[in-house]
T-cell receptor, first 114, second 114 residues
Framework: DTEVTQTPKHLVMGMTNKKSLKCEQHMGHRAMYWYKQKAKKPPELMFVYSYEKLSINESVPSRFSPECPNSSLLNLHLHALQPEDSALYLC?????????????FGDGTRLSIL | GQQVMQIPQYQHVQEGEDFTTYCNSSTTLSNIQWYKQRPGGHPVFLIQLVKSGEVKKQKRLTFQFGEAKKNSSLHITATQTTDVGTYFCAALSAAHNAGNMLTFGGGTRLMVKP
């Protein structure tokens, strides 16, 4: 069981499509994260939201656009993606935006770009 | 940026054998966390180590933090098939200009033969 819920679980899209990934947590956590994970690699940090404000953007291309509508929700808007963007996209949350807090991960969205 | 090296990349063991994965940093760490990711799953937080020389145990798992706070290890005694997965360390640098986000090691993939 995971306390961080991600939808959809799988997504196949063309390079011209626009789609969104959604993440929700109800643990009262104030930091939320997007990670990208390629097969047999560690999670790679993309964005960090701290108290609903974007605090870290790890030089991610603009075809990925994060949004934090409220403290429980995190979205990742996708547009004009490339085949190399195919990966598992993980959302995580932690009590605070610091590296000394355990991170709780969702099941991820497995994204395939045709 | 900070680099965290994890070895070995892969380990095949016979069920009942012991297993150890090592995590090394060139810089002093503030803390280190360990995560387990089952095949097809998401990373799950196992433990956090903060103090120099700290040793923590969880049933058959023993976690150590080096005296210099630059390395850590995870040892599993008498592996079982349920231990299969990839074990990641994730470290926070103690350097003032390092930011406050975790850096993941490359992971050690454990396979257990029954």
């Amino acid at each position: 069981d995971t306390e961080v819920t991600q939808t959809p679980k799988h997504l196949v899209m063309g390079m011209t499509n626009k789609k969104s990934l959604k993440c929700e947590q109800h643990m009262g956590h104030r930091a939320m994260y997007w990670y990208k994970q390629k097969a047999k690699k560690p999670p790679e940090l993309m964005f960090v939201y701290s108290y609903e404000k974007l605090s870290i953007n790890e030089s991610v291309p603009s075809r990925f656009s994060p949004e934090c509508p409220n403290s429980s929700l995190l979205n990742l808007h996708l547009h004009a993606l490339q085949p190399e963007d195919s990966a598992l996209y993980l959302c995580a949350s932690s009590q605070g935006p610091f590296g000394n807090q355990p991170q709780h991960f969702g099941d991820g969205t497995r994204l395939s770009i045709l | 940026g900070q680099q965290v090296m994890q070895i070995p990349q892969y380990q095949h063991v016979q069920e009942g054998e012991d297993f150890t994965t090592y995590c090394n940093s060139s810089t002093t760490l503030s803390n280190i966390q360990w995560y387990k990711q089952r095949p097809g799953g998401h990373p799950v937080f196992l433990i956090q180590l903060v103090k120099s020389g700290e040793v923590k145990k969880q049933k058959r798992l023993t976690f150590q933090f080096g005296e210099a706070k630059k390395n850590s290890s995870l040892h599993i005694t008498a592996t079982q098939t349920t231990d299969v997965g990839t074990y990641f360390c994730a470290a926070l640098s103690a350097a003032h200009n390092a930011g406050n986000m975790l850096t993941f090691g490359g992971g050690t993939r454990l396979m257990v033969k029954p």
